[in-house]
């Protein structure tokens, strides 16, 4: 079993920037990739970021440029800095954690919300 903690949510101000935390305890040297995803009202989640054990890193063409993920391993922590932030990021992140079977545990989601 891996447990997840986001933090860092709230609201902010359109180009307005937002440091989103995630720890994983439990199983942890199981896991392979951390990320975060997001899911808007009305909307399927979708990927933000990725990054593996090894720190190759993927993102959602939505946020290439403005998102970095980064991760402390031993801190068993993934941090999402999250720069230039648009009214079309508000969402709930949820935090993701997959062993290398495949298998992958949730966190319980953080609010973001962008607006003036």
């Known amino acids: 079993q891996v447990q997840l903690v986001e933090s860092g949510g709230g609201l902010v101000q359109p180009g307005g920037s937002l440091r989103l935390s995630c720890v994983a305890s439990?199983?942890?040297?199981?896991?392979?990739?951390m990320g975060w995803y997001r899911q808007a009202p009305g909307k399927e989640r979708e990927p933000v970021a990725t990054?593996?054990?090894?720190?190759?890193?993927d993102y959602g063409d939505s946020v290439k440029g403005r998102f970095t993920i980064s991760r402390d391993n031993a801190k068993n922590t993934v941090y999402l800095q999250m720069n230039s932030l648009k009214p079309e990021d508000t969402a709930v992140y949820y935090c993701l954690a997959r062993q290398r079977s495949g298998y992958a545990y949730w966190g319980q989601g953080t609010q973001v919300t962008v607006s003036s």
């Open positions: 990054i593996t054990s090894g720190g190759r890193t």
């Open positions: 439990g199983s942890i040297f199981s896991i392979n990739v």
